[in-house]
């Protein structure tokens, strides 16, 4: 490591490298939302309410997505169950 | 064929009005018959950024109600010749707009402008909604800041999904980033988003960039639309905008830092 990476590596990221990061994350996921029919998020809450009949699990261990191919759409579930 | 521009942002106090006041004006400079639209419906503002606010008799929802006729309500500018506002109610709600109501004044101002520009309410409820419904383009205001990036973004999603256009099936209303309030010490300090970190976020041409400037503050003091002001970087910033928004060429300006003093610079001196 030379003399100049040393000061480099110590330099925080900046918050507007941050706040880019975020956005990036939050507005992909919400343009995920934007399409869904209106009926998911009361699906997957009450998929997420047979589940729990079963296995303990926490909100974010369900995620339910549609994905339109053509002219069929595909209802993909993933449960991550606890181990 | 009028075309009709709403300048939109979902989140409040981005500059709005004070972008349908300057880009209104401009195109009626270049000679462009343009009416600027307050759809605030309960919080006009745009009277008193143009500084006819001493001469509203009439507004919007009187016109949709049939209490006055469209001439009766249009307020001629006094500086810019081929410019009129047409004044929100301080009275009524947003439900006074109504989708019929809204389309049978448009129709009428297509006849007699070139250029309609709707000043949109803050929010993605109905007065928002109601406002960028018919518009052909939209200009979509963002603050280099985290809540109004995100914001834009979902105003983004309701242009494409909920327009007449989108709900039609016609061409896409076309859409336009201006930033605004930008700082570029600020950005290069690392503290404020680039114009290129929003431009790869929304992803959406870029039509201009304002910089933050006390102009913006004065100018709406006196009731004159920043870009009459052709000393403030500000007002040569929207000017390049109304240029481009016609299809014109303009190189970016105001991006860097203003080279300052070195003096000033110690003092912490910032534009
Ligand atoms: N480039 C700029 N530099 C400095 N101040 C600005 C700039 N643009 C706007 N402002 C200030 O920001 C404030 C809000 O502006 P404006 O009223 O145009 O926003 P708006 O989006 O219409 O707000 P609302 O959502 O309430 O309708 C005003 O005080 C205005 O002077
Ligand atoms: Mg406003």
Known sequence: ????????????????????????????????????????????QEILEVIRKYVPV??????????ENGNCSVLELNVTLPG | MARIIVVTSGKGGVGKTTSSAAI?????????????IDFDVGLRNLDLIMGCERRVVYDFVNVINGEATLNQALIKDKRTEGLYILPASQTRDKDALTEEGVAKVLAELKQRFDYIVCD???????????????ADEAIVVTNPEVSSVRDSDRILGILQSKSLRAREGQDAVKEHLLLTRYNPARVSAGEMLSVADVEDILAIPLLGVIPESQDVLKASNQGEPVILNSEALAGQAYSDAVDRLLGEDRAHRFLDEEK????????????
């Open chain 1, 1 to 44: 490591m030379s003399f100049l990476d040393y000061f480099r590596s110590k330099r925080p990221a900046s918050s507007a490298a941050t706040a880019k990061e975020r956005l990036q994350v939050i507005v992909a996921h919400e343009r995920g939302q934007r399409n869904q029919p209106d009926y998911l998020p009361a699906m997957q």
């Open chain 2, 260 to 271: 300052q003093g070195f003096f000033k610079r110690l003092l912490g001196g910032r534009g």
């Open chain 2, 120 to 134: 949109s309410p803050a929010g993605i409820e109905k007065g928002a909604q109601m406002a960028l419904y018919f």
């Open chain 1, 58 to 67: 926490e909100q974010d261990d369900v995620q339910v997505q549609l994905d």
């Open chain 2, 24 to 36: 209104g004006t401009g195109l009626a400079q270049r000679g462009h018959s343009t009416v600027i």
